[in-house]
Nanobody, 118 residues
Framework: QVQLVESGGGLVQAGGSLKLSCAAS????????MGWHRQVPGKQCELVAT???????NYANSVKGRFTISRDDAKYTVYLQMNSLKPEDTAVYYC????????????WGQGTQVTVSS
């Protein structure tokens, strides 16, 4: 059974940095696109960044220039480097990945809390 395990969340002051990691484990043949979303209680889940298997990236306007998504296919891992963090970046961050198992399906991680204090 394939699962995604996130790490790297925590508490940081405004202007600081954090790096999130999300590693896939289990019987994996291949992974297509990977990405990060975030959710604040009471608000809609927001797409933060995505990265394709060819390393093309896409970012929400609110994080462009501050966040960088990357992946290490040898480790089945996706990263999110977050710099110049703002209090409004506070949320639970979820990674997701398109896993191949005779067909592609989307798998989600359990989420990691990021809190930015002012």
């Amino acid at each position: 059974q394939v699962q995604l395990v996130e790490s790297g969340g925590g508490l940081v002051q405004a202007g600081g940095s954090l790096k999130l990691s999300c590693a896939a484990s289990g019987s994996i043949f291949s992974i297509n696109a990977m990405g990060w979303h975030r959710q604040v209680p009471g608000k809609q889940c927001e797409l933060v960044a995505t990265i394709t298997v060819g390393a093309s990236t896409n970012y929400a306007n609110s994080v462009k220039g501050r966040f960088t998504i990357s992946r290490d296919d040898a480790k089945y891992t996706v990263y999110l480097q977050m710099n110049s963090l703002k209090p409004e970046d506070t949320a639970v961050y979820y990674c997701n990945a398109e896993i191949w198992d005779s067909y592609y399906y989307t798998l989600w991680g359990q989420g990691t809390q990021v809190t930015v204090s002012s």
